[in-house]
């Protein structure tokens, strides 16, 4: 450590490990947006604010802010998501939220910034429940339509109004969240690949955060008996469904590094061993850095799905359901970090980011950058998720350092 700012290891792996117990199953995390492990670790979160002597505040869609009051105008944001996927780890948006609040902590000791500081535990990044796509985010940015909290349901069919009022939040208050007084964002999060682990290096400075694009991909075909039903006479959609997902693997294999397909989710009905799929449905996540690739690959993907449907004899429908656009980071703010990893004595590397994040969006409307600390065998998404504790402090250290130098 030559002149950077030094976040307490201790403290940190203390919100680690208490953050990733709420909301942890024998199957990994699962802590879901206004869900009741979302709601304790919204008020293990304030309580956290509060002991290290910031202002706490949650705001109409449930995003914890904890503020650091500047004498000048503008505040410089920190922080990531408090959701997890299911049977997720503890360090995805977590080690964001937890470190931004210990780098606070640790900034609060030199004095009154001229800007004012927050970190945010934002409320909703990965659409685990509803579909609802950066919510934290979007609301801050005055993106959230008026008829969401009605419309979006989660697969219990429960709205996301009626999920808001169960936390003790307003539907109608959502425009509130809107603000116009960010001047910067930082975000530290986990690799989630295995770049700077497999080259030891100690922290990534993020230059591109991929487009994403998921679709609904669902195949009717002809619901028939098991038995009776000769082979040649079928039109299964399990297996044309099938056939299209390998097809589209292939598709983007060719198309080589970076782009990446995935089809992750699938529901075969009625689901009767002794009954020919009459329906398949199944989840593609395409991901690209240049949105003129992504849209390209979706256009074959397109193309691969009518064809097999053709060949099969059977339909197929493709929605879209999410469109997030790749994001390039603040070249100035990526400085920042740069030169804060120096002073922190952490190698760094640029890199760009496989996974998606809060800070594409943000980017959109705010000077973004991501600071990325390694993911032990690259592995993320799961419960096998681990970044050490000296890892997760020397990315926090190089936030705080970079903060410091955004705010006073
Ligand atoms: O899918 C992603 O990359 C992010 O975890 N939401
Ligand atoms: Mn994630
Ligand atoms: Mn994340």
């Not at 800007?115 to 959230?144: H, I, N």
């Amino acid at each position: 450590m030559t002149d950077g700012i030094h976040v307490d290891e201790q403290l940190l792996g203390t919100y680690v490990t208490e953050l990733g117990a709420i909301g942890e199953t024998p199957d990994g995390m699962y802590r879901f947006v206004y869900d009741d492990a979302w709601q304790r670790a919204r008020d293990t979160l304030l309580r956290w604010i509060d002991e290290a002597g910031l202002e706490g505040r949650v705001d109409a869609v449930g995003n914890v802010f904890g503020r650091l009051p500047g004498s000048g105008d503008g505040v410089v944001l920190t922080g990531s998501h408090v959701d997890t996927v299911p049977s997720g780890g503890k360090y995805d948006g977590a080690l964001g939220v937890v470190g931004g609040l210990a780098a606070l902590a640790a900034l609060r000791a030199h004095g009154t910034p001229t800007r004012t500081l927050e970190v945010v535990a934002l409320c909703e990044e990965e659409s685990s429940r509803f579909p609802a796509d950066f919510l934290g985010t979007r609301a801050m940015l005055g993106l959230v339509a008026a008829d969401e909290p009605d419309r979006l349901r989660d697969r219990d069919g429960t709205t996301l109004a009626e999920a808001m009022r169960r936390a003790g939040l307003d539907p109608a208050a959502v425009a509130t969240a809107e603000r116009h007084d960010l001047r910067a964002f930082l975000e530290l999060h986990i690799e989630q690949g295995r770049v700077l682990a497999d080259e030891g290096v100690d922290v990534g400075l993020v230059e591109v955060i991929p487009g994403i694009a998921w679709e609904t991909i669902t195949v009717r075909g002809r619901q028939d008996h098991a038995g009776a039903t000769p082979m040649d006479l079928r039109a299964d959609a399990l297996q044309a469904a099938a056939q299209m997902a390998r097809e589209i693997t292939l598709a983007v294999e060719r198309a080589g590094r970076p782009a990446v397909a995935t089809t992750g989710r699938w529901t075969v009905e009625p689901g009767q061993p002794s009954v020919v799929p009459g329906l398949a449905r199944f989840s593609l996540d395409l991901r690209h850095p240049d949105l003129a690739v992504r849209d390209r690959l979706l256009d074959q993907v397109h193309r691969i799905c009518a064809d097999v449907a053709r060949r099969h004899g059977v339909e197929v429908d493709v929605v879209r359901d999410k469109d997030e656009e790749p994001a390039t980071m603040d070249s100035g703010l990526l400085e920042v970090c740069r030169d804060a990893a120096e002073r922190c004595g952490a190698s760094w590397r640029r890199m760009p980011s496989g996974a998606g994040h809060d800070s594409q969006l943000m980017a959109s409307r705010v000077p973004t950058a991501m600071v990325f600390v390694p993911s032990v065998d690259g592995r993320s998404h799961t419960p096998a998720e681990y970044t050490s504790p000296a890892d997760c402090a020397r990315g926090a250290s190089v936030l705080a350092t970079a903060l410091h130098r955004l705010a006073w």
